[in-house]
């Protein structure tokens, strides 16, 4: 028969399986942080009607997304879990308890040009919390703090959650008279730590006609830098001359008052003027996340507060605030970086049972007695040799082989071998089970990331 | 601003979040089960180049794919998890280890005509065990105790593995001199117990053109019943006329010897000669389950065994074993029968704490302990009445509610009211927490399915 090329498409991760447990252990332990600060699980359908998903339309995103007919209907596979989002609440309003705070972990698709480390096809992990008109400033304080838990649990050590406020800059802005131009402004000051100071000034007085006076003010107002009271104190100055600067600053200020009762360390938080996270929607609190080591990856975890999330789909005001983990690329780029703990447990089983009888009956009674105290456990019963058996354990990992043969039946005994070690002991199941949870016990721990 | 109305595709479930907790809760189920039995998780792309997922090629499935151009690409949505397993083993058939066995939860994607009960997206759960050349049978005795454990650990009781092996049909026939026609037959004798005998009798022997005598001995073997070994020994009969049935029969009497070995009830068992599966791949034993009181909703999980996954995609001989759940219909048809536990814990939270200062931060320091100590917490600093909050956490079903004023803080205690039951107790924070614990220990456990 004629073979067709097995093939995955570009832009798609298909992982192997040590590295998918890796990734599941991601995911788990997403869904425990999320759990503990009372987020309920979500799904919305892959697919949605274009018009319904493109209801805001424009913008970059449009031409990258999936869409096509099927029959009379046109389609698109979701490009973020956002929209759907916006269109659930809207849809499901009435059946909603509201402040609504749901997590969705699940896979989005965009078209990009295909290149290294860029997916078509990846995993985001969204929190958000949604009000019904209002939502209280402690919500986006606490974001900082479900952050650090997240990442903390991930293993990792070396990161900073960086925080703004939309209103801070706006206000500026406004105080400026520059409210027009704004958004132009902020963009090109995001470019600082790339291009300089001086090339930003040139921008701004020669492309976006800001005044030289100006322009000196925006960026030293942009490099305000400190610790966190250093820079409150500093925009303290600026106070009283716009309201809305104001409001930003009580925020701002809310924000930072509870860090330390919500257990997010200083060294992990920094108040960062230069950060406006470049969708329009957001209108308060604004948040990136750096791996300090791995500043050139850029933000791994973003997001902010936002005024009206379906405003599309519904005239009822929803407030929320939220971020979002690009997990499949976070992935990737641990990888990359080899971040990724190798000696996480990724074996499928815990024991491998090798049956040295042609009557399995023993066999199959000690896989079920284990797996009935929990233990994962698979039967080994190809026809192969002795030696490959033994190589197939310790590729994938496996760290118990049990050993079945008359004797031991006969003695009312199992050989259980630990293979790292080479410990061979012949116990009762019963007791064989004891040594092997305990072994099991010892092993686990560990978090998916691990900082060298 | 003009509205889009908000609206999910039909054929498309997108659950309210407290039965959305349930279906996490089977799934979780599933995942835990799978991996007592060894199975290592998968994942892979929704979207697949036509080519590839299209190798096999017509069908009645073709038509109902989702399948569009991107750029130059002709791609198709995922309709199954078996084609991407094929793909999947061949193309990292170096890199796997065998008997490869692996599970995978995910979405697949049909346009069927919309109709109650029918859905164009829905997740299957799969499980399969491949093998390299070979596959040992026990592997196919091995999956009744797998779906038995599944089932029971969902809270099902009254169910019934049904299994046959088509090297039994396929000798059958091949004795009656009928293995041409034996497809089509198998189709009519599936229809045994929806059009009765007679019928049965009469497109045999009219549209299959089978001769009356055969068509006798082909309804007076496929009535074959009884017990597991009263079935086996009227097999027995025609043992010797046919090396297939020979072998077939060895096979199945094996299935049957280590059932009880594997755990498997008598009772949630049955060899059963009308099961042959639609599918052509399947060449030996073959399984369908049913809900003894719902038998009017077909197979709840179905599979077999096959000589050849990726026949389409490399020269390797793979045979396996595999069983399919329907998630997203069995959960439709679970919530229909009314048989999904409504006393589930669906709560997004253990602990609603409604604080009673300004300053919040006792109540921020006291949900970050009870994080931290594994109780899922959520703040509620919304503007709203005290008996509005109190109804939020009664319509969610959080289980408990604390109130911290400034005489609790002043007096180091924590006020908290266990809804359900009224009980108030002012206890010091560790107090409480073991008190929470302790309380939600004794409501866990109860399983997502109760049966009547």
Chains 1, 2 share one sequence.
Do not use: W
Not at 57 to 73: C, L, P, S, V, W
Not at 77 to 95: G, S
Not at 317 to 336: A, C, D, K
């Amino acid at each position: 028969m004629a073979k067709v090329a097995p093939r995955t498409l570009s832009g798609f991760m298909e992982l192997n399986p040590a590295p998918q447990v890796q990734m599941e252990t991601m995911m788990d332990v997403l869904r425990k942080t999320y759990a503990l600060y009372g987020f309920t699980p979500l799904d919305t359908p892959v697919i949605e009607s274009s018009e319904v998903l493109l209801a805001k339309g424009g913008g970059e995103t449009e031409k990258q997304i999936y869409r096509f007919q099927k029959g009379d209907a046109d389609l698109s596979l979701r490009f973020d879990l956002t929209v759907p989002l916006a269109k659930y609440v809207a849809l499901h309003y009435n059946e909603l308890s509201f402040p609504f705070r749901r997590f969705q972990i699940g896979k989005v698709y965009r078209g990009e040009r295909a290149q290294r480390g860029r997916f078509r096809e990846f995993y985001q992990a969204d929190i958000d919390v949604i009000g019904d008109g209002k939502l209280d400033i402690i919500n986006e304080a606490e974001i900082p703090s479900i952050i650090y838990k997240t990442f903390s649990a991930l293993g990792l050590k070396r990161f900073r959650i960086c925080v703004n406020n939309r209103k801070i800059l706006n206000g500026f802005y406004a105080m400026l008279g520059l409210t027009e131009q704004a958004p132009e402004i902020m963009r090109t000051v995001d470019k600082l730590d790339k291009i300089g100071a001086e090339k930003v000034f040139k921008i701004l007085t020669e492309d976006v006609s800001v005044s030289p006076e100006n322009a000196h003010e925006i960026l030293n107002f942009i490099q305000i830098s400190g610790s966190d009271q250093q820079v409150l104190q500093e925009l303290d100055v600026y106070k009283g001359r716009n309201p809305v600067f104001d409001s930003g600053l009580e925020e701002l200020t809310t924000v930072v008052r509870y860090l330390s009762a919500f257990g997010v360390p200083e060294e992990n938080f920094a108040v960062d003027l230069t950060i406006a996270r470049g969708l329009d929607y957001y209108t308060g609190t604004v948040y990136e996340t750096t791996l300090l080591d791995y500043p050139e990856i850029g933000s791994v975890c973003s997001g902010g507060r936002y005024d009206n999330l379906a405003e599309y789909y519904t005239e009822k005001q929803l407030p929320g605030v939220g971020i979002s983990i690009g997990l499949t690329r976070l992935f990737y780029v641990l990888g990359e970086q080899k971040l990724l703990n190798p000696d996480l447990n990724t074996a499928p089983a815990d024991v491998l049972i090798l049956p040295m009888t042609d009557d399995l009956s023993h066999a199959v009674a000690l896989a079920t007695l284990l797996r009935e105290n929990g233990v994962r456990t698979q039967l080994h019963c190809e026809q192969k040799k002795f030696k490959q058996k033994i190589s197939y354990a310790d590729k994938l990992g496996i760290p118990y082989v049990i050993f079945l043969g008359e004797d031991e039946i006969n003695a009312g005994v199992v050989a259980c071998k630990e293979l790292a070690t080479g410990e061979q002991t012949k116990l009762d199941a019963k007791a064989t089970i004891y040594r092997i949870k305990a072994g099991l016990d010892a092993k686990a721990g560990g978090t998916v990331i691990v900082e060298r």
